[in-house]
């Protein structure tokens, strides 16, 4: 009955008024961290998510053991077959591990590398038969999806940025240009604040005072949550933990953020 009255609209050149379309909400699944949260996934040093937003589903970073892996993807249900796009932060190899084992998977894959691996590594993916763009350029990777650009002196990085209603989204694998500068440069890039941070943030080395001066800069550049992971620290993620006490998520294999 439905499909008649549009068809009888369209034939007397009315509109039919479609349903409202909420935008896509996505979701972040991490699958490989230092630390576990869900049960039968594995934690171990190194980061990787995938991301799902309407009809993209990414796969940020690709931890270091192939096993670890894709345990993970399998206890979270996650299909490399499913993956379309791939995005390399920095060419670490608790990041890039599994390239090959997930090309071995899902060959035909939209690989976006950090210029540090171009050259015969990319070649080496591009033999898989998967489509590589490797350079330094901000670019849409998806719908309201993006690539950050590199940013940092010595170890360059990308990160991956996501704009939702709320806000931006910055997923970083190890935050090596400092996570607050990436932060800054993002919300320059993009013409808006970052919300929401996760991923590894670097922070080790940082004593209390620099962690209390870092944490102070990420909240006036508008920072309100938080899911330090992977090369975090123990002390700074307590820390973010106490700081914010109502946009604190624990990171960990198996935890699914919604945004
Ligand atoms: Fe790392």
């Not at 870092?214 to 700081?243: D, M, S």
Request: hydrophobic fraction near 40%.
């Amino acid at each position: 009955m439905k499909i008649l009255i549009v068809l009888i609209l369209i034939l007397f050149g009315m509109e039919p008024k479609l349903p409202y379309k909420q935008q896509d909400h996505a979701k972040v699944i991490i699958v490989y961290d230092n630390y576990q949260f869900a049960p039968n996934t594995i934690a171990d040093w190194g980061f990787a998510c995938v991301v799902i937003k309407g009809n993209d589903t990414l796969l940020f970073d690709t931890g270091a053991e192939k096993e670890i892996l894709f345990n993970n993807l399998q206890a979270m249900n996650i299909r490399l077959n499913d993956i379309h796009k791939l995005v390399i932060s920095h060419y670490h190899g608790d990041h890039t591990g599994n390239i090959f084992p997930v090309l071995e998977v899902n060959p035909h894959m939209q690989v976006y590398l950090p210029s540090s691996l171009d050259g015969n590594f990319r070649i080496m993916v591009e033999n898989y038969g998967a489509h590589v763009v490797c350079d330094q350029e901000m670019r849409p990777v998806g719908s309201d999806i993006y690539l950050s650009g590199e940013m940092g002196f010595q170890t360059r990085e990308q990160a991956l940025v996501i704009r939702t209603d709320k806000g931006l989204v910055l997923l970083a694998g190890c935050g090596h240009p400092g996570i607050d500068r990436m932060v800054k440069k993002v919300a320059k890039r993009f013409g808006e604040p970052v919300y929401m941070v996760m991923g590894g943030f670097h922070l080790e080395d940082y004593g209390d005072e620099e962690l209390e001066g870092l944490i102070a800069e990420l909240k006036k550049l508008g920072v309100q949550k938080v899911v330090p992971g992977h090369c975090t620290g123990t002390k700074a993620i307590q820390r973010f933990a106490r700081e914010f006490p109502d946009g604190y998520f624990k990171s960990g294999t198996g935890r699914v953020i919604e945004l």
